[in-house]
């Protein structure tokens, strides 16, 4: 049986394009058309059919090598080629349609080849459209890749276009010099739209030189007789590069090419990371998407490591197994993040505490006398509801406190609703379950949600929804103990409200000591949005609500 090389066709210009699947195997049965590996491109992935039908007896590439036009891909023992008479004069076979360049060596060719030469071709300005980009509707033209003057050759990059779901590389359909623009970055076009005029006369020349190259090529067969047949037949063994040498060429000649696809240039772009600067991972030194990643990980890593994150030292480790016994515990995940985003509040919030202590010796007489009725409710009344319900008040009677600074800090939103947080102390960490519409509750439906959403948060059976939408926090530490301390604010909120533990303290009347339950409260606020006034009236209010229940009605 006769065997054919099947070659790497007409790839669109592109110098190379790396092999990323192949798709057949040393005995495997193949049609015409069938795929028999699959080429990568800066522009494009593209399937390489098989020309004729057989059993391949050789692969020719593998995964990661470098093919180029004309490259050897497999070799394939044709099916039925023994009924054809090997070196017949009348055989035309696979081999000379597609090698007529095997009977160029001859000298009669090459004289005759310098008789039939044309002259050479005039300058000719042709105009470059953009190209079938699947869709009617205009595109974002994101990139100009050429000036007017530049040398180029055809495959190379003119424009980068991009849609919603893709971006693309316009090639040049021919060698030559860029005599205009038409386009410039920023724009919109459309199939058919012109990009630029191109002085072709390089490329003009080139094809009629290829004309002339297979006329005389033709004329050569009735002058070369027999001979040209075992030429011919000989032609697929010596006429194709293999595999490996086109793949030292390339490299050799692209130098500092970098090889990726079009999805990994454009999130390159979206990065701003230069290719040039990723180290590849893939086969023959292809950029993948993973390589990009780990770039810029490493990236921010580093900037962290460097300015610790806010372009401060960063604080460096210690061995501490040096001194003496340790044991190392893996943080929780809510641990990590609420660090995370303490770190963040507190570099970016410029923050300030106000303190005060609320009388409420006479709420708490009110809440124990409510105990009887809380049973029967089935609930608990504890403090915290009348904390909620009084911020509610009060942050509406001082409508900064519940607002937040957008559009980079040149607007201030209002909000129209009272969502308050308030911070629960978990095994995992610290969550922030928000209570919604708390001015529009009673005490007994906030105390059955007080209970229910710390329940969720100690089981961790929060939703993220049920941690957003916050306009205020409450941070209470009553039942833990403590005097005081300054709680961080939770941006983009512009304000929280510290609890601490309720002590009884004398207090003068004027006339006498008193004893009276204090409650320690320490407001914490964003010194950009809240200024003393408004911390201060906001806490007068409170501590007066909170004192005398009965002006919650009012």
């Known amino acids: 049986m006769a065997q054919e090389t099947v070659l790497v066709p007409d790839i669109g210009g592109s110098d190379a394009a790396e092999v990323v699947e192949v798709l057949v195997s040393p005995g495997d049965t193949v049609e015409v058309d069938q795929g028999l590996l699959v080429l990568e491109s800066d522009k494009a992935s593209m399937e390489i059919p098989s020309t004729v039908a057989g059993t391949v007896v050789e692969v020719l590439a593998k995964d990661g090598d470098e093919l180029a036009e004309g490259a050897a891909v497999a070799v394939i023992e044709v099916a039925g080629a023994e009924a054809e008479a090997p070196g017949a004069e009348g055989s035309t076979g696979g081999d000379e349609s597609k090698e007529p360049a095997s009977a160029e060596p001859s000298e009669p060719i090459v004289?005759?080849?310098?008789?039939?030469?044309?002259?050479?071709?005039?300058?000719?300005?042709?105009?470059?459209?953009?190209?079938?980009?699947?869709?009617?509707?205009?595109?974002?033209?994101?990139?100009?890749?050429?000036?007017?003057?530049?040398?180029?050759?055809?495959?190379?990059?003119?424009?980068?276009?991009?849609t919603d779901k893709a971006s693309m590389e316009v090639p040049s359909p021919a060698t030559g010099v860029v005599t205009a623009l038409k386009v410039e970055e920023g724009s919109q076009v459309?199939?058919?739209?012109?990009?630029?005029?191109?002085?072709?006369?390089?490329?003009?020349?080139?094809?009629?030189?290829?004309?002339?190259?297979g006329d005389s090529a033709a004329q050569a067969k009735p002058a070369a007789g027999q001979e040209s047949a075992p030429a011919a037949k000989s032609a697929p063994a010596s006429a194709p590069t293999p595999a490996s040498e086109t793949s030292k060429t390339v490299s050799k000649s692209s130098g500092n090419?970098?090889?990726?696809?079009?999805?990994?240039?454009?999130?390159?772009?979206?990065?701003?990371?230069?290719?040039?600067?990723?180290?590849?991972?893939?086969?023959?030194?292809?950029?993948?998407?993973?390589?990009?990643?780990?770039?810029?990980?490493?990236?921010?890593?580093?900037?962290?490591?460097?300015?610790?994150?806010?372009?401060?030292?960063?604080?460096?480790?210690?061995?501490?197994?040096?001194?003496?016994?340790?044991?190392?515990?893996?943080?929780?995940?809510?641990?990590?993040?609420?660090?995370?985003?303490?770190?963040?509040?507190?570099l970016n919030v410029p923050h300030v505490t106000q303190f005060d202590d609320a009388d409420?010796?006479?709420?708490?007489?009110?809440?124990?006398?409510?105990?009887?009725?809380?049973?029967?409710?089935?609930?608990?009344?504890?403090?915290?509801?009348?904390?909620?319900?009084?911020?509610?008040?009060?942050?509406?009677?001082?409508?900064?406190?519940?607002?937040?600074?957008?559009?980079?800090?040149?607007?201030?939103?209002?909000?129209?609703?009272?969502?308050?947080?308030?911070?629960?102390?978990?095994?995992?960490?610290?969550?922030?379950?928000?209570?919604?519409?708390?001015?529009?509750?009673?005490?007994?439906?906030?105390?059955?949600?007080?209970?229910?959403?710390?329940?969720?948060?100690?089981?961790?059976?929060?939703?993220?929804?049920?941690?957003?939408?916050?306009?205020?926090?409450?941070s209470s530490l009553g039942s833990i103990g403590g005097r005081g301390f300054t709680p961080i604010v939770n941006a983009p909120e512009v304000a929280i409200l510290g609890v601490s533990r309720a002590d009884t303290q004398p207090v003068w009347d004027g006339q006498a000591f008193q004893p009276r339950l204090q409650l320690p409260l320490g407001l914490s606020y964003d010194h950009r949005v809240v200024n003393g006034g408004d911390a201060g009236r906001f806490l007068t209010e409170l501590c007066a609500l909170l004192g005398d229940i009965r002006k919650l009605l009012l």
């Not at 004289?111 to 953009?130: F, I, M, R």
């Not at 998407?289 to 806010?310: C, I, R, W």
Request: one cysteine or more; a negative charge.
């Open 360 to 474: 409420i010796t006479e709420m708490e007489s009110f809440r124990k006398s409510l105990k009887g009725e809380a049973d029967k409710r089935g609930t608990r009344l504890t403090p915290l509801p009348f904390l909620l319900k009084a911020c509610a008040v009060a942050l509406k009677n001082n409508e900064k406190l519940n607002s937040s600074l957008s559009d980079g800090g040149s607007t201030l939103t209002f909000k129209r609703y009272v969502h308050i947080g308030m911070a629960v102390d978990t095994p995992a960490g610290l969550v922030v379950p928000v209570i919604r519409d708390v001015d529009q509750k009673t005490l007994w439906e906030l105390a059955d949600e007080v209970i229910e959403l710390a329940g969720k948060a100690r089981e961790r059976k929060l939703k993220p929804s049920d941690m957003q939408g916050g306009g205020f926090t409450v």
């Open 257 to 346: 090419t970098v090889y990726a696809g079009p999805a990994v240039r454009r999130l390159a772009r979206e990065f701003g990371v230069p290719l040039e600067s990723v180290k590849s991972s893939g086969p023959r030194g292809r950029i993948l998407k993973e390589d990009l990643h780990s770039y810029v990980s490493k990236a921010l890593a580093s900037q962290e490591s460097t300015n610790g994150g806010a372009g401060i030292p960063a604080v460096p480790d210690v061995d501490f197994s040096a001194f003496g016994p340790v044991e190392v515990v893996e943080r929780s995940k809510i641990d990590k993040v609420t660090a995370a985003n303490m770190q963040r509040s507190w």
């Open 111 to 162: 004289g005759e080849t310098k008789k039939a030469e044309p002259a050479p071709a005039a300058s000719q300005t042709v105009e470059v459209p953009v190209p079938d980009i699947g869709t009617d509707e205009p595109v974002d033209l994101i990139e100009v890749s050429v000036s007017v003057g530049d040398s180029i050759s055809e495959g190379d990059t003119l424009v980068v276009l991009e």
């Open 190 to 213: 459309k199939e058919g739209d012109v990009l630029l005029l191109l002085d072709a006369v390089t490329a003009a020349q080139s094809e009629n030189e290829a004309k002339s190259s």
